[in-house]
């Protein structure tokens, strides 16, 4: 696997880090899950070309702990058990998906065959294991589709190349190159998951955030477990906000989400939550962003309606649901230079948002007081 990636590459406006998973892997069930962060690491997205966009999101689904999992839980619709997004400059992406039993359904891998069969794609062997490319979007040929599939498991890359030529090549050169990396780290066998955070700076010492929404508080506020299954993301750099050109604040996003089981690992009506923490450089433009989402006369709150004001105390500074055009709101508070945005997932919790907030109320209070250390 990769060595870590040095903080500071490739320039001041990128300042995640990471290093690639080791170790034992956690299992779903029987089964040992790859980190698709670890298999596709960042070091191998650079190495050919194409750098991060420090606007978007680095995200991450794997496997958090062991967890019980059964085959006939198993989603559909092309979601792997772990996934990873590499947003690249210049409108490119980088996505890898893996997909495992019990969390993977056969009926997921049986499509795709048929789908590349139907296609007239060719099968190639990569390392011995069976490769096939297409192109998507319309047979856009910037947009590149590689189907990998070993015994167990597979893999499908998704890649969008905006570029006539890159520091690996040609656009197939760095497919090519790409995909010879990620069969050699998954006929390597699952690791543990990787881990990121932020070169020194004003973000350094921000706590991850599957650590400050952790298991246990997914528990104590649904009554449930979560999988054991969780997303994070983080922007690899800041973003800025303006309002008539002028700039009124940086900030970081980090966000973590947790879901129960319901019926199967896809079902909707099972309990979810997600929390986006935006962090900016001082107090003073925290308390901007908060203006954007909370008071009655900013831009937002002319264009969909006025925030619901809540009025119980958490944090520094107001406590509201904006609205944004969509029943279910988020629970949005302050905490000195964060702003933390709750946002559950059960639309049938929309009915009454003031039920919801009184809900969502001790775990935000809970969090903020980790935010104050």
Known sequence: MSSSTPAGEPGKDVFLTYQPGSGRPFRLGATDAYD???????SAVREVGIELDPKYDVRQDFMERDAPGDPSQA?????????????????QAVILQIFQPPFSHDRDRT?????????GA???SVRGMRVYTNHGGNNDPRSWQVSMFADGYWGLLLLKTTQQSYRGGSPQDVVSK??????????????????????????EKFPEPCMLLTRDDF???????????VFRGRTAGEQPVTEDKKLLA???SLTCSRKAMGKTFADDNAPGLEIEFQVAQDVEQAARLEFLECDPSSVGAKQFGPPLAIPTRIGDGSVCMPNRGRPNRRLVFRVGRTMVFMHNWLYADAADLNALAAKLTPLAQTIAGRLKG
Do not use: H
């Open 250 to 252: 940086r900030y970081v």
């Open 219 to 229: 528990r104590q506020l649904y009554g449930v477990d979560d999988v054991g299954r």
């Open 75 to 91: 989603r559909m619709l092309l979601e792997g058990l772990s996934n990873c997004t590499w947003p690249g400059v210049r409108d």
């Open 122 to 124: 060719k099968e190639e």
């Open 111 to 119: 499509s795709r065959l048929e789908f590349l069969e139907r296609n």
């Open 36 to 42: 698709a962060c670890t298999v596709l690491p960042l």
């Open 178 to 203: 790409l995909v010879d990396g990620i069969v050699a780290n998954l006929q390597g066998g699952p690791t543990g998951p990787a881990s990121f955070g932020y070169a020194p700076g004003p973000y």
